[in-house]
C-alpha cells in the first residue's frame, strides 16, 4: 500500500491535524502494517498493550466482554480511520474492551517504542502530542467539574427544609 494511503487516515485523526507532511509520513514509515483477518482479535480486554491500532481498511466490532459474548453477538462497529488505544502508544495500559475483525482489516501498529524514539528526534512532535494532550486532560477536568456540581445539587437538593403548602389558619378563641 502507497504511504500516501496510509497516511490518509491520520489526517483525519485530531491527534495528529496540525502535523507537517515530513512527520506523518515519518509515524506511517516506522508504523507495523498489520492484516487482520476475519475473527481475529486486534485487541483483547484485560491484556497489556504497547501499540495504538489505526484502521487503515475494513471494519471491526467492539464488545466489552469478549467471553460472554456469543459469536455472533452485535457490538459497537468501528469504521475504516479510527483508532484504538490511543494513549498505549505513549503510556502502558490495559485494554478495558475487545475489538474483533469482522471481515479483512489492514492497520497500522505504532507502537509505544517507535512513537517515543521519534518523538526524541523530533522534539517538536513531542510538543505537538504533549500539547494535545494537555487539552484534552483540561476539557476532561472541566466536565468532571460540571459532574462534581451535578452531583453536588442532587445531594444538597434533598436536604432542603420541604415546603408545606398554605393551610387554613385556625381561629383561636381569644
Given at each position: 500500500?502507497a504511504?500516501?494511503?496510509l497516511?490518509k487516515?491520520?489526517?483525519?485523526?485530531?491527534?495528529?491535524?496540525?502535523?507537517?507532511p515530513?512527520q506523518?509520513?515519518?509515524i506511517?514509515?516506522?508504523?507495523?502494517?498489520?492484516?487482520y483477518?476475519?475473527?481475529?482479535?486486534?485487541?483483547?480486554?484485560d491484556e497489556?498493550?504497547d501499540?495504538?491500532i489505526?484502521?487503515v481498511?475494513?471494519?471491526?466490532v467492539?464488545i466489552?466482554?469478549?467471553r460472554?459474548v456469543p459469536?455472533?453477538?452485535?457490538?459497537e462497529?468501528?469504521?475504516?480511520g479510527?483508532?484504538i488505544?490511543?494513549?498505549?502508544?505513549?503510556?502502558e495500559?490495559?485494554h478495558?474492551?475487545t475489538?474483533?475483525?469482522?471481515?479483512?482489516?489492514?492497520?497500522?501498529?505504532?507502537?509505544?517504542?517507535?512513537?517515543?524514539?521519534?518523538m526524541?528526534?523530533?522534539?517538536?512532535l513531542a510538543?505537538?502530542?504533549?500539547?494535545?494532550?494537555?487539552?484534552?486532560?483540561?476539557?476532561?477536568?472541566?466536565?468532571?467539574?460540571?459532574?462534581?456540581?451535578?452531583?453536588?445539587?442532587a445531594?444538597?437538593?434533598?436536604?432542603?427544609?420541604q415546603?408545606?403548602p398554605n393551610l387554613?389558619?385556625?381561629?383561636?378563641?381569644?
Amino acid at each position: 500500500m502507497a504511504i500516501d494511503a496510509l497516511v490518509k487516515p491520520l489526517l483525519a485523526l485530531p491527534l495528529f491535524q496540525g502535523l507537517t507532511p515530513l512527520q506523518l509520513t515519518e509515524i506511517v514509515r516506522r508504523a507495523e502494517r498489520i492484516i487482520y483477518r476475519p475473527g481475529d482479535a486486534i485487541i483483547t480486554e484485560d491484556e497489556p498493550s504497547d501499540a495504538a491500532i489505526v484502521i487503515v481498511s475494513g471494519t471491526s466490532v467492539r464488545i466489552n466482554d469478549h467471553r460472554d459474548v456469543p459469536q455472533n453477538s452485535r457490538g459497537e462497529t468501528l469504521p475504516e480511520g479510527v483508532m484504538i488505544a490511543e494513549l498505549a502508544m505513549f503510556i502502558e495500559l490495559v485494554h478495558t474492551t475487545t475489538v474483533i475483525a469482522q471481515g479483512q482489516v489492514k492497520a497500522l501498529r505504532l507502537t509505544r517504542q517507535k512513537m517515543h524514539e521519534l518523538m526524541e528526534e523530533d522534539t517538536e512532535l513531542a510538543r505537538h502530542f504533549s500539547s494535545c494532550i494537555t487539552t484534552r486532560l483540561k476539557l476532561l477536568a472541566n466536565d468532571m467539574k460540571a459532574v462534581d456540581t451535578i452531583m453536588e445539587r442532587a445531594t444538597i437538593a434533598p436536604q432542603l427544609p420541604q415546603v408545606r403548602p398554605n393551610l387554613p389558619v385556625e381561629a383561636h378563641p381569644g
